[in-house]
């Protein structure tokens, strides 16, 4: 079982910067893929990111493409999510997710972190 636990988010004018942590416990987190998804008022929850077991390889939704980098630090335990550029649209609770079979299937997920982006 592994236990993810995001951090980091908070409110911020548009235009500015946060990075969000998602700390897993439990399981073999370096073998696992890793996702960031968002869910905004009233919206479904949508993929963000993901970063392969190693960080070599990493996907963006189009939404945040060069504003938003995914890493990890496997020594850490810790997926990383920097947002830049931030604007309103952003605005949502962020999860992390974990593959733990690398199948597309996110079988762990955490409890939310929220981001408010003030105009």
């Known amino acids: 079982q592994v236990q993810l636990v995001e951090s980091g988010g908070g409110l911020v004018q548009a235009g500015g910067s946060l990075r969000l942590s998602c700390a897993a416990s439990?399981?073999?987190?370096?073998?696992?893929?890793i996702g960031w998804f968002r869910q905004g008022p009233g919206k479904e929850r949508d993929f963000v990111a993901d970063?392969?077991?190693?960080?070599?390889?990493?996907a963006y939704a189009d939404s945040v493409k060069d504003r938003f980098t995914i890493s990890r630090d496997n020594d850490e335990n810790t997926v990383y999510l920097q947002m830049n550029s931030l604007g309103p649209e952003d605005t949502a609770v962020y999860y992390c997710?974990?593959?733990?079979?690398?199948?597309?299937?996110?079988?762990?997920w955490g409890q939310g972190t929220q981001v408010t982006v003030s105009s």
């Open positions: 439990g399981g073999t987190f370096r073998r696992y893929v």
């Open positions: 970063i392969s077991w190693n960080g070599g390889t990493t």
């Open positions: 997710a974990a593959d733990p079979r690398r199948t597309g299937s996110y079988e762990f």
